[in-house]
């Protein structure tokens, strides 16, 4: 049972993981990708907002199917790689410095938060966050997110599913990651890694750490959207697919601002 507190992430949260972020989540970032940009083409959405766009997955996937799309983050190194990986593709695509719970960067007909970001907030954080969204969408913009799915972790022991084992090879360099989590009543998912990194026939390097989630029931995230300016339209599986209480491990959800 988890019982490390829950703190928002600051800053520095991805520092360690941002220069081997894309070889571990690039692949599994199609699923989401596909089922976002298809949520925004049955809405007629054409500008985009993404306020944690990390190295930048979600933004170029929609900037090659046609939308106008900037990039923002608070963390430093991933924004560098993004705005790295732009230079290489010759794409002139913005990216900006900011805080998902305070950063303005205009009107957008969407604004977008994906690979579980809104759980490195608190609650109350995440309701700040959700009211300067808010305040970065064109009148009846959309806001879509996802998050694991806390009646599926608290389900017949579902959290034991998350377990993974991932290796990877950059050039001469592996780097391999187990990770296995917890999770309490309150939805504080607790995940504990312990990464291996080596070069050749070197010793391999072994770093542990651990980090935590706030996750939610969909019930309470309609709550939260519907008290702080939203009306939900929708929720799906990360694939598109019906969303299921106790069957889908994360929900993605999709949100109207309204006045």
Known sequence: MTTTPHTSADMSHYNGEAEHYDAFNEENSRV????VESILKEHGVHTVLDLTCGTGSQVFWLAEHGYDVVGSDFNQK???????????AGLDIKFVEGDMRSMQVGHFDAVITIFNAVGHLTKADFEMAMRNVHSNLNPEGLYIF????????????????LTIDWQKSAGNTTMREIQYSTIDEEGILESITTSYQWTGSEKPSITTHSQTLQVYTTEQLEKMLEQNGFAVLSKCDLDGSTFA??????????????V
């Not at 989401?32 to 089922?35: D, R």
């Not at 996802?146 to 599913?161: A, G, P």
């Open 78 to 88: 991933m924004l560098e790689i993004a705005r790295q990986k732009a230079r290489a």
């Open 146 to 161: 996802d998050i694991f799915n806390l009646s599926y972790l608290l389900h017949e022991n579902n959290i034991t599913k």
């Open 245 to 258: 209480e106790t069957e889908s491990a994360s929900l993605v959800m999709v949100a109207r601002s309204v």
């Open 32 to 35: 989401i990708n596909t089922t």
